[in-house]
């Protein structure tokens, strides 16, 4: 197919047929094109149409899968590229994968399969009509949409657009149940949201600046690649200045500090599948953009300066996790808590930069994307259970239901970085990491672990009230609870797999390190 009919298609009308989707599909993958946004992105429109519908039929129960197994089978052939031919582009460099690109698409893949696969038992239990049930999935599939093409362009003009359209889809998804707390905090998570994707425009314009006082032509003033190839001419005080901008914007999407308080609030009133997206892979995608201005940063500045930023965050943020998590009494704030205390220490390994540190953060995006998913997708069927958010009422879970509790378990079991789930190999990695790195970087490390027993503490005596001990009422039979819980086993047995051996994915991890690491 060629470049200028990809083009039409990604902006076409919302009339295109998801057939036609999935044939450029097919096509495009042989072709290195960008299937991972369009067909979310035309699903999501032919479900734009059904809600719009006078009397729309609910949609099929298993037709939320083909966008997540598009991007899967779409990051799969993109990751053996990439190992065996180096980065592709599209569209004169606009679209460009390397090795991060296909990493985080298969992040973004499985943990949507994930969600994807437990949203129509969690609508049935909130009886969605076929119009809501039909807006929620032109929702998600826009959400996939805008979040594959965050990870997918090498344009940072076009990366604050896409980060910028995951706020407004999701705030939509955050309100989706239109009481008055769930609207609530869907604008605080606009407001919140809004002032740091400003934050990152004004940073991205200040790059701009300095690479068109650099030399570089217009057309690539925000290209990726040539700004890290020429970042020894970018002005240093205004690179500076831009690069703090955007590690405190993209930040606030990532759940870091100063501009965090969005998330346990969103977190909570979202439907548990839209949580399990945001906290397993928007947090990721956004910090996945750090990562790329990381690199520019290193070569501009030397890596000190982004080492002391976001070191400093890391702390931060770990702190206020760690001190939140002892007075947590909600579960679903508990496991946005926990998102928190996990993307602090990503940032801390992207501080200590060393091949074993990113490797290992890349590793902890996969597992604590596939464990919060599963957390979160549970947390929604314990809700319908149980009728309450709330910890102190929740008790014999592994009692009352079996299976759904003892997912809900094994994967708080995972992200407290038990083996033989991956988070225990990512954590060990950095902190291994870490004690390398020198003095500085040590002590800093040293405090990061005790900060994490401390949560580690608080979440063990949360979750032990409330899956041991007698059941409240007697135990009932739930076949909508055991059939929603294949998909749970599912993200289980992947982040336990990937605990015991990468196999195949090695080298896509060590590649993905060597491109953030600017080797």
């Known amino acids: ?190 407001v919140i949201c809004s002032a740091g994707i400003a934050l990152a425009f004004l940073g991205t314009v200040l790059l701009y600046y300095a690479a068109r006082q650099a030399g570089i032509a217009e057309a690539w003033a925000l290209d990726w690649p040539t700004l890290v190839a020429r970042a020894d001419r970018l002005d240093p005080a205004v690179t500076r200045l831009g690069i703090t901008l955007v590690v405190l914007g993209y930040g606030a999407k990532a759940g870091l500090v100063p501009l965090h308080a969005w998330l346990p609030d969103a977190h909570s009133q979202a439907p548990a599948p839209v949580s399990a997206l945001m906290s397993g892979v928007l947090l990721s995608v956004a910090f996945a953009a750090i990562l790329r201005y990381r690199v520019i940063a290193d070569a501009a500045l030397g890596p000190d300066f982004t080492r002391v930023l976001l070191a400093g965050i890391a702390l931060l943020t770990l702190v206020l996790a760690a001190g939140l998590l002892l007075a947590q009494r909600d579960y679903k704030r508990m496991l946005a808590y926990s998102s928190m205390e996990h993307m602090s220490l990503i940032t801390l390994a992207a501080a200590i930069g060393s091949p074993l540190a990113l490797s290992a953060a890349l590793l902890h995006i996969g597992g604590h994307g596939l464990a919060k998913s599963v957390a979160f997708c549970a947390s929604g069927h314990l809700l319908r259970l149980t009728g309450t958010t709330r910890i102190g009422r929740v008790r014999g879970l592994l009692t009352r239901a079996p299976l759904l509790g003892g997912a809900f378990g094994l994967a708080v079991v995972a992200l407290l970085g038990f083996p033989p789930f991956s988070l225990f190999a990512s954590e060990l990695g950095i902190a291994r990491a870490g004690f390398a790195a020198g003095a500085g970087l040590g002590w800093a490390t040293a405090g990061a672990l005790l900060l994490v027993l401390v949560a580690f503490a608080a979440i063990v005596a949360r979750t032990a009230r409330m899956l041991l001990g007698p059941a409240p009422a007697p135990a009932e039979p739930d076949s909508a609870a055991t059939l929603a819980t294949w998909p749970l086993t599912l993200g289980l047995a992947a982040c336990a797999a990937l605990g015991i051996t990468t196999g195949p994915l090695t080298d896509l991890l060590d590649a993905a390190a060597q491109a953030i690491g600017g080797h």
């Open 1 to 190: 197919m060629s470049p200028t009919a990809s083009a039409l298609l990604l902006t076409a009308p919302a009339a295109v047929p998801l057939a036609l989707a999935g044939v450029y599909a097919l096509t495009g993958l042989r072709t290195r094109r960008p299937a991972p946004v369009t067909v979310p992105a035309a699903h999501g429109s032919v479900s734009v149409l059904v809600a719009e519908a006078p009397e729309p039929e609910p949609p099929t129960a298993w037709a939320g899968l083909l966008s997540p197994a598009v991007i899967l089978l779409c990051a799969s052939l993109l990751a053996a590229d990439v190992i065996d031919d180096g980065p592709v582009a599209v569209y004169s460099g606009l679209l460009r994968a390397d090795a991060l690109t296909a990493w985080m698409l298969l992040v973004i893949g499985t943990v949507a399969l994930v969600a994807c696969a437990s949203a129509p038992a969690y609508l049935a239990g909130e009886r969605a009509t076929g119009r809501t049930a039909a807006r929620y999935h032109s929702l998600v599939h826009g959400f996939l949409a805008a979040m594959s093409l965050a990870v997918l362009t090498a344009n940072l003009g076009v990366l604050w657009v896409a980060i910028e359209a995951t706020t407004i889809v999701t705030a939509f998804l955050v309100g989706h149940r239109h009481t008055r707390t769930s609207v609530e905090a869907a604008w605080k998570y606009v």
